[in-house]
């Protein structure tokens, strides 16, 4: 990660910070695994950079690597966007992959 992040303001129960460079993540819906970009990440959610985002409502399983080692999720698409993107929502979580990501949002907010 570069020190160029900066936290997305709004509505969230969470702070997101911006990635202008992205993050890599693995995402499988229906089946398929994708690998893409991630442009927004909070401890909810996240944004995912993808031409042909699955429909709002549907389940998403998302692996990724953080410096701490890999976090695994289960999430919702809330926003589906062609030819942009989707945000989804974290819906289950390990402990262990909530403290790494946890670490990792405290290390890039700078608290």
């Known amino acids: ?7 997305v303001a709004g509505n969230r129960r969470y702070p997101r910070v911006q990635l202008p460079k992205g993050m ?10 994708i690998v893409s970009r991630v442009a927004t990440l909070g401890l ?16 998403v399983k998302l692996f990724f ?5 890999e976090v695994r999720a289960r999430a919702v698409v809330r926003d589906a966007q062609p030819g ?3 945000g989804v929502e974290f819906t289950a979580m390990g402990y262990e992959d909530r403290g ?3 670490r990792l949002l405290k290390r890039l907010l700078g608290s």
């Open 1 to 7: 990660m570069t020190p160029d992040t900066s936290v």
């Open 100 to 102: 790494r990501l946890y």
């Open 44 to 59: 909810g959610g996240l944004f995912i950079l993808t031409p042909a985002p699955p429909a709002v409502g549907e389940t």
């Open 65 to 69: 690597e953080v410096p701490d080692g």
């Open 84 to 86: 942009k993107g989707m």
């Open 24 to 33: 890599l993540i693995a995402w499988q819906s229906s089946g398929e695994r």
